[in-house]
């Protein structure tokens, strides 16, 4: 089984910046594919960021240019800067990783959630 705990949600005025965590721990063989995705009251789950084992990124059209999605793969740990917060980037924060755990099964689990909130 594979934890994630994240970090780092906060209350933040507009124009402000916050910086997530997300630490997987338990049992990893290897960690593919990192995210992060975001729920407002009333929508779906949506990919914001994403991060390939090698580092390529992927962002939505909405925080691109805003937002930046890194990870350190000795740590198992995923990180999301964000800038310039605006307040629809109000939300609640959900990490996701998928990998090899070392029965050589695929694994995909998610974070428990923390709530960033933008507002002045």
């Known amino acids: 089984q594979v934890q994630l705990v994240e970090s780092g949600g906060d209350l933040v005025q507009p124009g402000g910046s916050l910086r997530l965590s997300c630490a997987a721990s338990?049992?990893?063989?290897?960690?593919?594919?990192m995210g992060w995705y975001r729920q407002a009251p009333g929508n779906q789950r949506e990919l914001i960021a994403g991060?390939?084992?090698?580092?390529?990124?992927n962002y939505a059209e909405s925080v691109k240019g805003r937002f930046a999605i890194s990870r350190d793969n000795a740590r198992y740990t995923v990180y999301l800067q964000m800038n310039s917060l605006k307040l629809e980037d109000t939300a609640v924060y959900y990490c996701?990783?998928?990998?090899?755990?070392?029965?050589?099964?695929?694994?995909?689990?998610w974070g428990q959630g923390t709530q960033v909130t933008v507002s002045s």
């Open positions: 996701n990783v998928q990998g090899i755990d070392r029965y050589y099964a695929p694994f995909d689990s």
């Open positions: 338990g049992n990893i063989f290897r960690i593919n594919a």
């Open positions: 991060i390939t084992r090698v580092g390529t990124t």
